[in-house]
């Protein structure tokens, strides 16, 4: 089975520029999660969807970081303007919602650089 | 505010040397505490599910148990391949949305 697919893998792009990062969840999975990780601060949660909904976007740093889901396969994560404090690995995670536990599952991660 | 801590930041074996991580938590009625393996330039990868204290669960050299304030990952016998960064998450009973908060993880290098 297809896995969480994240891209691009890298982004390298200059201050000011707009950044899309786009993620495809597990076929069935209805929970997606936006992270960030950065060597000083480790794994952050920033948004997370339930059946395409947001329900909790208090880790979005700043108003240049949105998120949408338009339908269950995608979901995209904007930075607009872009500032090299961005600088980090973003990773999109998806999982059922059921009422019980479930674990996520992790696609490979976008680096993104702004130089 | 739900919190975990791993310890040691980082950890060195030899192959063959058996040790544990660490990972200590406070959360407010625990919902399941789990494991990942994260390899360089990859997304963390599922290993674990730990619901309850006392419980514990195996795969391959690796054993992760559980209490009401700390959960150990015990690795037997490591082998190189064993090298990775090893990240400790709990969910909380209040949450109902499959959240998760991380610890700042455990870098394990085994060297041959």
């Known amino acids: 089975d297809a896995g969480v697919i994240q891209s691009p893998r890298h982004e390298v792009t200059e201050m000011g520029q707009e950044v899309t990062l786009r993620c495809k969840p597990i076929?069935?999975?209805?929970?997606l999660f936006w992270y960030r990780q950065t060597m000083m601060r480790g794994l952050e949660l920033l948004i997370y969807?339930?059946?395409?909904?947001?329900?909790?976007d208090s880790g979005m740093p700043e108003d240049r970081f949105s998120a949408k889901m338009p339908n269950a396969s995608f979901s995209t994560l904007k930075i607009q303007p872009s500032e090299p404090r961005d600088s980090a690995v973003y990773f999109c995670?998806?999982?059922?919602?059921?009422?019980?536990?479930?674990?996520?599952?992790f696609g490979d991660g976008t680096r993104l650089s702004i130089l | 505010e739900d919190q975990v801590t791993q310890s040691p930041e980082a950890l060195r074996l030899q192959e063959g040397e058996s040790s544990s991580l660490n990972c200590s938590y406070t959360?407010?009625?625990?919902?399941?505490l789990f494991w990942y393996r994260q390899d360089p330039g990859k997304g963390p990868e599922f290993l674990f599910t730990?619901?309850?204290a006392g419980e514990e669960k195996e795969k391959e050299r690796l054993k992760a148990t559980l209490t009401k304030k700390e959960s150990f990952l015990h690795i037997t016998a490591p082998k190189p391949e064993d090298s990775a960064t090893y990240l400790c998450?709990?969910?909380?009973?209040?949450?109902?949305?499959?959240?998760?908060?991380f610890g700042g993880g455990t870098r394990l290098m085994v060297k041959p």
């Open positions: 995670a998806s999982s059922p919602w059921t009422g019980s536990s479930q674990p996520q599952h």
């Open positions: 076929s069935g999975h209805n929970s």
């Open positions: 969807f339930n059946n395409n909904v947001p329900i909790d």
């Open positions: 959360v407010s009625g625990l919902r399941g």
């Open positions: 730990l619901y309850s």
């Open positions: 998450a709990v969910q909380a009973l209040s949450n109902a949305g499959n959240m998760l908060t």
